[in-house]
């Protein structure tokens, strides 16, 4: 088969369409021939050297795909040759083929194309497991989420929306139209407006209850400030540093806590129950129409560079999709 692979640590034109040995599953595994993968930050990560694949798992970039069943390994049941699924991966999603556990499947939704469920498995468990599983949203809550236009802020938008949160969502101004059409409330132009003014402002000073945030350091003293009484603050992105300082007690004082989390390197039965609660709990939003993929742009999967720049632009609304 094919695959992308990373020559050496770089820039995107270090990715190269290349002959690889095709996969075999292993026992609790199947493989898929790979109709359509997406691309995530994380991708840009290990393209660049930060980001590993964890032990075990395909060289090859990629953290979700969708496809069909072609082979089915021991100790697999309840799947089968032929079958359409989307998948959580660990790495390999670059690929015409990827061996994957099975607990890590979930079907094609209802009313969807094959090729558009790639957009939803890695944005789905992500949102699902920090706004949800660690976060407890509830109906009625603020929703807070920076970085609304790409795949997890449109998905995050979508979700809490349909769990009857108030959704505000930090963006640029020329996505802003996008993202209320999606359920966010408010939009807010980080290039322009203070966020902490704004969501006080529009939550008669309480603040926001959940904040859903992929940058990091930069913002966590301004999450601290902006955040509710016995609000929860769940980081899953290092855009805007690693290393930060909080004030405690301003922490402590609202009873508030800070998660902080990634999903590839998981264990693969926590991978296995993340996947199960999405498929309880929201699958039945997406088969309802509640939540749909979001889908930017679709290239061939052997110009991942061009699609990896488009991400690093910041330009792109929703997710960008490769098609082997």
Request: aromatic share 4%; glycine share 12%.
């Amino acid at each position: 088969m094919h695959a992308i692979v990373i020559e050496r640590p770089g820039d995107p034109d270090v990715l190269r369409w290349a002959e690889v040995p095709d996969p075999a599953p292993d026992r609790g595994e199947v493989v898929i021939e790979v109709t359509a993968a997406a691309v995530n930050r994380a991708d840009l990560m290990q393209r660049r050297g930060a980001y590993p694949p964890p032990s075990g798992a395909p060289a090859y970039p990629g953290l979700e795909c969708s496809g069909v069943i072609t082979a089915v390994g021991p100790g697999v049941d309840g799947h089968r040759v032929g079958e359409r699924v989307c998948a959580l991966l660990a790495g390999g999603g670059y690929a015409e083929q990827v061996a994957v556990p099975a607990g890590q499947l979930l079907p094609v939704p209802q009313g969807m194309s094959v090729q558009e469920s790639a957009a939803l498995p890695e944005v789905a468990c992500t949102v699902w497991s920090n706004v949800v599983d660690i976060a407890r949203l509830r109906r009625g809550q603020t929703l807070l989420v920076h970085g609304g236009g790409g795949g997890i802020g449109t998905f995050a938008i979508q979700l809490g929306t349909a769990l009857g949160a108030t959704v505000l969502v930090t963006a640029r101004a020329a996505k802003h139209d996008a993202l209320l059409a999606l359920g966010a409330s408010v939009a807010i132009d980080y290039t322009e407006e203070d966020f902490v003014a704004r969501t006080r402002e529009v939550t008669d000073g309480r603040g926001a209850d959940v904040m859903l945030d992929i940058i990091g350091a930069k913002y966590l003293a301004r999450n601290v400030d902006v955040l509710a009484p016995d609000g929860r603050i769940a980081v899953i992105g290092l855009q805007g540093g690693r290393r930060g300082e909080v004030d405690l007690n301003a922490l402590m004082a609202k009873r508030g806590s800070i998660s902080a989390t990634t999903l590839r390197a998981r264990p693969a039965a926590d991978k296995a129950r993340i996947v199960r609660g999405v498929r309880e709990r929201v699958w039945p939003l997406v088969d309802a129409g509640a939540i749909r993929p979001v889908i930017d742009t679709t290239m061939p999967m052997p110009d991942a560079a061009a699609a990896h720049r488009r991400m690093e632009a910041s330009d792109h609304l929703g997710k960008i999709l490769l098609l082997p």
